[in-house]
């Protein structure tokens, strides 16, 4: 069965320290990956997804399919990005989403 | 522009009383609309998808329903609550480049 697993429930770190947010999957075609993050008191909504390739807040994930991760990474953190993110994989219709990952990013 | 609208945004019900979470997907026609359950420590938990007026498929045998009388509406429903329907609901709608819209969604609490 496709799955999502992001293995960590909750990443704290300082102010100005690197992250790596960490998704693995499993699929038998080519995976559309995709990164959402909730901010407190807001909705969920898209960061990133890896077909565009794109840097959104600083934040970037490269597809690995050799190790079927796609981590979501940003150099330097910021208390703003303290939040819940999660991964997600999106297979025909559907998206299978992983258990999320809570950031928290101390001053 | 498009936009996704649920209610209630919150709910508290006696076990055993019925459910209608309401969906409403405005500025796009034709969506593929979904309902999700989100709890903490479980991520999001696909419940149910539509690609068309009367099309559900259900993804986890439980005690809901849903249905989409209309193009841009999509219900969640239940006969008779269970405490462990107890958790966050969410609506959301695929866009053209294939990401997720999702709605506020609705706390409910059965007691």
């Known amino acids: 069965a496709q799955r999502v697993t992001q293995p960590e429930k909750l990443l704290s770190v300082f102010k100005g320290a690197p992250v790596e947010l960490k998704c693995n999957y499993s699929?038998?075609?080519?995976?559309?990956l995709f990164w959402y993050v909730q901010y407190s008191r807001q909705r969920l909504q898209l960061l990133l997804r890896?077909?565009s390739r794109e840097s959104i807040k600083g934040f970037t994930a490269d597809l690995n399919k050799g190790e079927t991760s796609f981590h979501l990474k940003k150099p330097f953190a910021q208390e703003e990005d303290s939040a819940m993110y999660y991964c997600a994989l999106k297979e025909a219709y559907k998206y299978i989403f992983g258990t999320g990952t809570r950031l928290k990013v101390l001053a | 522009s498009q936009t996704i609208h649920q209610w209630p945004a919150t709910l508290v019900q006696p076990v055993g009383s019925p459910l209608s979470l309401e969906c409403t997907v405005e500025?796009?026609?034709?969506?593929?609309l979904y309902w999700y359950r989100q709890a903490a420590g479980r991520g999001l938990q696909l419940l149910f998808y539509?690609?068309?007026?009367?099309?559900i498929s259900s993804e986890v045998p439980q005690n809901l329903s849903a249905s989409r009388p209309q193009d841009r509406q999509f219900i969640l429903s239940s006969k008779k609550l269970l405490l462990s329907d107890s958790g966050f609901y969410l609506c959301?709608?695929?866009?053209?480049?294939?990401?997720?819209?999702f709605g506020p969604g609705t706390r409910l609490t059965v007691l």
């Open positions: 699929y038998s075609g080519s995976p559309e």
């Open positions: 959301a709608w695929r866009g053209e480049s294939n990401e997720q819209f």
């Open positions: 539509s690609v068309g007026i009367g099309q």
């Open positions: 890896h077909i």
């Open positions: 500025g796009t026609s034709n969506p593929n």
